[in-house]
Structures are given as structure tokens and as C-alpha cells.
């Protein structure tokens, strides 16, 4: 029998990542959940209780004490929808952290989306995440070491792709070989009708060149600080990491990366199909020799 999104989402609680502030009661709740469904057992609920004030403590070592480790509920993901779904949780509670705009409406369509079953498979090797996200995520886990954790865990089972809209002439060589994203809702692992979240990865100390889209887009970084812009040929403003930037729909933006990887969360929100476009500005040759300072 198909799971339900309840279902799903339960499973993926059940396995939220260790040390993630309140990832203890997260886990007791999913627990409750599979215990009022018949699923899981009294004692195994027990322990789950037992452990909910301590985030860091895996409930499975006492369920091993006390020999109930095989009541675990049947609904249980694979390795791989597990990671994605605890991916899903971590990127939720960490954006429930930030404020601004764009960041309820992200929040809302995760919440819609998020239930769904896991589609593709991974698309293979991507050179610059190979080359660049242990580094950027090395960064993170400084600050936020359950997000960390839960990207370390889904990225070997992430598609991760280079955006292909753009011209190769007017976006730039080396930005076209130095960036990757991963869809996690929309074209990428759970469908969506109009509603686009992922992760984006780009090379340090490139240039990603003005450009414009209509869809109204939420970037928060998980690292920094990398420069910013939003009017051609306007100066660079430096932002560091955990400050969301939102695009409105149609105005031009740019990030110049600084010496750490630029890894982020970004979404669009609507209009998702339609493709960004690039915005000429003079003084591209400068930016792409500028280096940004720590």
C-alpha cells in the first residue's frame, strides 16, 4: 500500500537528524503519531519520550537496551527518501529562524509540497560539487551543524544540474561550468505545479552576472559574505551568510562570490517556467578579476 504524506512526513520526523535543537520532541510527536495508528509499540513509544529533551540522544540505542528495536513502524523510509524528507525538516525549521520577506511564502509552499513521494534518481557526478560543497558545507556546520548534517546526508542522493536557459555568450564561461542546484520540490524530487525549492552551489570568487526572471525568488545563504547588487552597474553591497536576500519579480540582481563556496537555499515561488534572462552591465571584466575579503 502507498503511504500517505502523512505517512511520509511521520517516517521523515522519525529520523530527524541528531543535535537539531527540539529534534528530540520532533521525534517523540512522529513516534505518537505511529503509536495511535497501531504501528509502533508502547515501549517503543517510551522511549522516544524518555528521549525528547535530549536532541542529541539516537532513541535507538535504548530501543536496543530494551529489545523493542524491531517495533519500529513499518512505514520507515529508505535511506534515500529518509535523507531528502530530514533534508526537507532541516531546511523548514532553519528558515522558521530567518525574517523578511519571502520567507512565509517559502515556508507555505513547503508545507504544501512537502508530503509527496521521492521521483528521481541522482543524475550522476557534478564537477563543481564535488570540488566545492564538502567546503561550503565545513563552513555551515560551525553555525548551524544540524543543517549541515542533514545536507551532508542527501547529497549523494541529490540531482544536481546547471541551469541551461541562459546564453553561454551572455552568461559567461566560467559561471556556466562553476555552478550547480538541485531541485528538492518542483522540477527536482517532489512534484509541484508552480513552486520551485532547492539548494544552489556556486564556485568561489565567480561572478554570477546580472540577470532578471519574473518569478519572485528567496535566496538565503548558507554561506559568506558574498557581494550583491540589484540595478546594473550599481556598487556591491556585502552580505554575509543567513541574510535572505528576496528578488522581486523583474528587477535585475547579481552576486559576486567571495573565497568560501556560495551554497544557499533558493526558491521561486511562482512562475517557474518562465526563464530568467541576462541584464548588461559595463563593468562585468572588473567584477569577475575583484576579490572579495573575508
Known amino acids: 500500500m502507498t503511504a500517505t504524506p502523512e505517512e511520509f512526513r511521520a517516517a521523515a520526523d522519525l529520523h530527524t537528524p541528531l ?41 535507538l540505542q535504548l530501543l536496543n537496551q530494551r529489545g523493542v528495536a524491531d517495533d519500529l513502524p513499518r512505514q520507515s523510509l529508505p535511506d534515500r527518501d529518509r535523507a531528502l524528507r530530514a533534508l526537507l525538516g532541516a531546511i523548514d525549521r532553519y528558515l522558521a529562524g530567518l525574517s523578511g520577506p519571502g520567507v512565509a511564502e517559502t515556508r507555505a509552499g513547503l508545507a504544501a509540497f512537502g508530503g509527496g513521494p521521492v521521483r528521481p534518481e541522482p543524475g550522476g557526478t557534478n564537477a563543481v560539487v564535488a570540488a566545492h560543497l564538502d567546503a561550503a558545507v565545513d563552513a555551515l556546520c ?22 541551461d536557459s541562459y546564453p553561454p555568450d551572455e552568461i559567461g564561461a566560467a559561471f556556466l561550468i ?30 554570477y552576472r546580472d540577470h532578471a526572471h519574473p518569478a519572485p525568488e528567496l535566496y538565503a545563504p548558507l554561506t559568506g559574505p558574498h557581494g550583491w ?20 519579480p523583474g528587477v535585475p540582481h547579481l552576486t559576486k562570490v567571495g573565497p568560501l563556496p556560495f551554497l544557499c537555499i533558493y526558491c521561486w515561488t511562482r512562475d517557474v517556467n518562465q526563464p530568467a534572462r541576462i541584464v548588461p552591465a559595463g563593468d562585468w571584466d572588473m567584477l569577475e578579476r575583484m576579490r572579495i575579503e573575508c
Open 19 to 59: 543535535g537539531q535543537p527540539g529534534s528530540g520532541r520532533v521525534r517523540y510527536a512522529a513516534a505518537m503519531y505511529f503509536h495511535r495508528k497501531g504501528c509502533l509499540s508502547t515501549e517503543a513509544l517510551e522511549v522516544y519520550r524518555i528521549c525528547s529533551p535530549r536532541d542529541a540522544e539516537d532513541p
Open 142 to 163: 560551525g553555525q548551524d551543524p544540524a543543517l549541515a548534517a542533514a545536507i551532508r546526508a542527501a547529497a549523494p542522493h541529490l540531482n544536481w544540474m546547471t541551469y
Open 178 to 207: 562553476g555552478h550547480a542546484y538541485s531541485s528538492l520540490i518542483g522540477e527536482g524530487a517532489i512534484p509541484a505545479d508552480d513552486f520551485d525549492l532547492g539548494l544552489f552551489l556556486i564556485a568561489p570568487d565567480l561572478l
Open 229 to 248: 547588487r540589484f540595478a546594473p552597474d550599481a556598487p556591491l553591497v556585502l552580505k554575509p551568510a543567513h541574510e535572505p536576500v528576496w528578488n522581486t
